[in-house]
């Protein structure tokens, strides 16, 4: 087994299964995980997607035995059919999607986490971004997440230097949402995952747009971009919900739309 999907109570989990290889994902696998990433968007029972690994290690990036043979045409053609597809499908989701990240997250590994919106981690977490050992450059979004997470010199010292980041460093950084105890990785997990899926999932989804969007124009094109999206979460059911509780005094019961 390579993989597990399933969804449960509002969760969707992804299971990042081939310890053998350090959880590297070759070129089926990068698909495989693109579907299921697309498969939970759209399905409406999904509330949120939780992405977990088995082992001592979250995922090792991309599997290089896949690349021999490639021209640019066929490389590129790879790309987006794969990791490409994968991290901009976790980025674009309109709900959110939580990694939780034991042992090293390397290049695509680590993209996968930073394209989530929660990353929770425990002490044994590390991340690198190995492509100047190389001779690469940074894939999957890789330098635009840094870019955005850790700001502009930071993310050039990381990727120039290809150094690992342990956990207490990736948290000061920016890179993880925040460290737990070893023992406790899975428990919280689970509290963040079903706290969110008891959550306004449309709300959620289109909060994500807006700060996803919120770095890139001007604040005069935000603020446009703002004006389409706000006036209609106010016609939602989770709004109606979400209020009555508030002047009721209880906790709300969202439905997700």
């Known amino acids: 087994m390579t993989f597990a999907y399933s969804v449960q109570d509002g969760i969707g989990r992804l299971v990042i299964d081939r310890p053998e290889r350090r959880n590297a994902l070759d070129a089926e696998m990068r698909t495989w995980m693109a579907d299921r990433v697309d498969e939970a968007a759209g399905d409406p029972t999904v509330r949120v997607l939780l992405i977990t690994a088995t082992g001592d290690t979250f995922c090792s990036g991309a599997d290089l035995g896949q690349f021999k043979g490639e021209s640019i045409p066929s490389s590129r053609r790879r790309m987006l059919h794969g990791g490409l597809r994968l991290v901009r499908g976790l980025w674009e989701m309109e709900k959110p999607a939580v990694a939780v990240v034991r042992g090293a997250a390397i290049g695509l590994g680590a993209a996968i986490a930073l394209s989530c919106d929660q990353i929770v981690a425990d002490t044994t977490a590390r991340y690198a971004f190995t492509y100047a050992r190389v001779g690469l450059v940074p894939d999957t979004g890789a330098a635009y997440l840094l870019t955005r997470q850790m700001g502009l010199l930071r993310a050039k010292s990381l990727l120039f230097s290809s150094r690992f ?8 950084l920016g890179l993880v949402s925040e460290v737990v105890a070893d023992a406790d990785l899975a428990t919280r997990a689970e509290t963040i995952a079903r706290e969110l899926a008891a959550g306004p999932t449309f709300g959620l989804g289109m909060m994500k747009r807006l700060l996803h969007r919120a770095a890139e124009p001007s604040l005069a094109d935000f603020m446009e971009y703002e004006a389409l999206i706000a006036p209609q979460m106010r ?3 989770d709004y ?18």
């Open 235 to 237: 016609f939602t059911e």
């Open 165 to 172: 980041v342990d956990a207490a460093e990736a948290l000061s």
């Open 240 to 257: 109606v919900e979400g209020t009555s509780a508030f002047r009721e005094k209880r906790t709300p019961q969202f439905k997700g739309y």
